[in-house]
Structure formats: structure tokens, C-alpha cells
């Protein structure tokens, strides 16, 4: 229960930072692009949530995501699995387009050598 509060009180004093310094766009496109995150920035700015914390937020998020994707796509490959049922439990599972289950399945699918 500590270590939730602290999380809260770092992600209030994140945010407040943000605001008084009003931090640009471009240095938040620029943290998330060291972080390797794919972010709508104009969809984050009409929720509110423009702020460094927010960036933080999606790119953990992100992270999750990818690393669910590749238990299913290593657990379905692993119990021999063909390709199209492990698009369609990606799809399922994570709530995604038939795109980015394909991505996912080329990210993290068995390569044969």
C-alpha cells in the first residue's frame, strides 16, 4: 500500500512538473521516441493527457502489450498452432486489428533455420 502511494505521488508531482514548465510536444515526442513507443499524440491531447507521465503511462502499457503477445504467440506456437489461430487468439486476447496481430506474429514467431 506504500509503494502505491509513492507511485501516486510521483505521478502527481510528473504531472504537476509538466504543467508549470509547460513541456513542449517535442521533448514528449522526443521521450517517447527514446523509449521506443508508438504514441497518438493528437489522441492523448484531446483525453488530456498531455503531459510526461501520460508518455510514461502509454509506453508501459505498450510494453504489456508486447509482452503478451509474445506468451500467446510463443504458447500457440509451441503447441504447434497454425499461424491463422494464433492471429485469431491475438486478436481476441489483446483487443487488436488483424494488422498488428500480424506484426506481432512476425515479431515474435519461431523462426525456422
Known amino acids: 500500500m506504500d509503494q502505491n ?48 507521465w501520460s508518455v510514461f503511462e502509454e509506453t508501459a502499457k505498450e510494453g504489456e502489450a508486447r509482452g503478451e503477445a509474445r506468451g500467446i504467440v510463443d504458447t500457440c506456437s509451441d503447441l504447434g498452432l497454425p499461424d491463422e489461430d494464433i492471429l485469431k487468439r491475438l486478436q481476441v486476447k489483446l483487443n487488436i486489428s488483424l494488422q498488428s496481430a500480424q506484426e506481432y506474429l512476425r515479431m515474435f514467431g519461431k523462426k525456422t533455420v
Request: proline share 0%; net charge negative; charged share 35%.
Open 5 to 52: 502511494n509513492s507511485i501516486r505521488d510521483k505521478k502527481e508531482k510528473a504531472i504537476e512538473y509538466t504543467k508549470e514548465h509547460e513541456v513542449s510536444d517535442t521533448i514528449l515526442k522526443t521521450v517517447a521516441g527514446a523509449a521506443n513507443c508508438k504514441i497518438d499524440f493528437d489522441a492523448l491531447k484531446q483525453e488530456g493527457g498531455n503531459s510526461m
